[in-house]
Structures are given as C-alpha cells and as structure tokens.
C-alpha cells in the first residue's frame, strides 16, 4: 500500500494547481459494474500496486537474482467534446509523479487512452523496477 | 549413452584450495566458487602444422597442453575480497587478493554427482588465477566478472 499512497500524495501535490481536478483514494473505485472516475469527472483514481518477481540471474548454484517490478495505474476521464484547455499540463503533472520513487533500479510511466461516447479517458501506468 | 546433465546444485562445482587436499570436492575447508553462471573445463593440447612437397596436406605434431579453467560469475563479496573467518587461505584472503599476489592454488571441477559419492568424476589441477574483471551496469543490477585458472602443469582426472 505504501507506493500507491506515496502516488496518492504525489499525484495530489502536481495537479494542485489546476483548478476541478482532484485526486481521490477511494477503493474500489467501482460501483454497480460502473467505473467511478467515469461517473465523477476531472477525479483521478489510483489502483492498487501490482508485483511481479521477474529471475534476472540464473547460476549453476541454483541460486538466482530477481527483480520485481512494481505497477501502478492510475485513470482519469474528461469530457471527450470539451476537455479542459489545460488538459495536457494536467497529464504532464501526472506522469512526473513517477518521479516520487527515490531508489529504484528503473522508474517508468506512460499514458494511454480511450474514448467512449462523449468522454476520454485517461490511463496511467508507472512501472518501478527494485533489485 | 549417459550425458552428463547439470540440472542439480552439487554439479559443475568449482571447489578452490590452498592445498590439493582443500580442493577435493566437498572438502571441508573448499571454498566452492559460488554464483557461477557457465564454467569452461579447457583442455587444449599445442600444435604444430607443417608442409611438406610430397603431400597436398599439411601435417601435425603436439607440443604442450595448455589448460585452463574459465568462468563467468556474479560477484559474492566474501568470495571477491575475503573472509577472514575460514581457514583456507585462498578464501581468507579472496579471488581479487589471490589473483593480485600470483598465489597458486589448487583446485577441482566436479563433473556430476554430490561431492564424495561413488561414481563422481572430477579433474583436478594447480594454477593461477586471473582474468578477473568486475563489471556493473544501470541495467545488471549486480555486479558480474569472468576469471580463468591458468593451470600450471596437467588436469588430472579422478573418479571416486
């Protein structure tokens, strides 16, 4: 839970000074099969961390290094017709958030997104990588 | 046929010494190389090709074995730069302090079974070692090095 706060915490500061855009830490984020940050607009959800141990190194001790890799999603929709002027400075904010990881091996982020009847959203993807 | 597979932890070991008896397999003062990712057992006899008018082939005849042991490892640091709590020499004082001094060992390279079982094979030697060469990158996490035993004299071969 610790890295999802500190993305919570991160993500909260960077886009503090758009105005109608906040961050919210509610799990889950669903209700009755509807995505939250669909209903609530201009509200960006972060998921739960997930990990998975990738074998780096494999020796004949069968001993073996791993790394694991750590991601992170985050999702935010705006009105696909008229999204906010600032839209882009909003989602520049929200990739350096990545930046809140202070020692990994590897710190990575990307945006993606998806437009549904009137409305676009916004999906983050930070990916950490730790030794 | 009967190959030789590596599929267990107790094969392809590299036990070094600083006595022959230090560098049997399973030996309790070995220092068992750890971490190793491939080892290359190199038994390579010198040649000599020559000429002659009378053949369309060229000829041969042996001079020297060179022989060598060659690996690729990720570096344990007690096994780098020493442990000061064992009793073999070459383990109190590492791979780098040994390679560095020219100290000879002794070592021996298991070939299958668990060390000191009926049937085991291993080849056995003194040498040299060298070819240490630590290296890190961002992307490797830990830190790598090759090293070769030059081998001083022949690889003997002993099955328990």
């Known amino acids: 839970m610790a890295i999802r706060d500190d993305f919570i915490t991160q993500i909260t500061t960077d886009i503090s000074g758009y105005t109608n855009f906040r961050v919210s830490s509610e799990l889950p984020f669903d209700s009755g099969g509807n995505s939250l940050y669909i209903k609530n ?14 074998q780096l190194y494999r020796t004949m001790d069968q001993n073996s290094v791993y790394q694991t890799q750590s ?10 017709k008229n999204q906010p002027s600032n839209i ?4 520049q904010a929200i990739l350096n958030a990545k930046n809140v990881v202070t020692s990994p091996q590897l710190t990575e982020a990307l945006v993606d997104n998806d437009i549904e009847d009137d409305y676009i959203t ?3 993807e930070y990916t950490i990588l730790q030794t | 046929m009967a190959e030789m597979n590596v599929t267990s932890a107790n ?15 399973g030996a309790a003062a070995g220092m068992v190389i750890p971490l190793v990712q491939d080892i290359t057992v190199s038994a390579a006899p010198g040649t000599v090709r020559y000429s002659v008018l009378s053949s369309a082939s060229s000829s041969a005849f042996t001079t020297v074995n060179e022989n060598s042991i060659s690996l690729n490892m990720l570096v344990d640091e007690l096994f780098m730069f020493g442990d000061s709590t064992k009793s073999n020499q070459v383990h109190v004082d590492g791979l780098f ?14 070939f299958n079974g668990a060390a000191g079982t009926t049937g085991e094979i ?16 961002v992307d490797a996490a830990v830190w790598l090095s090759p090293m070769e035993i030059i081998v001083n004299g022949e690889l003997a071969k002993t099955e328990t």
């Open chain 1, 41 to 54: 607009k201009k509200t960006v959800y972060v998921n739960t961390v997930r990990e998975e141990q990738i």
């Open chain 1, 71 to 80: 991601i992170v999603q985050a999702f935010l929709t705006v009105d696909a």
């Open chain 1, 88 to 91: 882009d400075d909003v989602i």
């Open chain 1, 122 to 124: 916004y999906t983050f």
């Open chain 2, 11 to 25: 094969k392809a070991v590299l036990t070094i010494g600083d006595s022959a008896p230090n560098a049997v397999p």
């Open chain 2, 97 to 110: 302090k040994t390679s560095a001094d020219k100290t000879e060992v002794f070592f021996s390279v298991s």
């Open chain 2, 122 to 137: 291993y080849v056995s030697g003194k040498g040299f070692i060298g070819g240490l060469a630590p290296s890190a990158a």
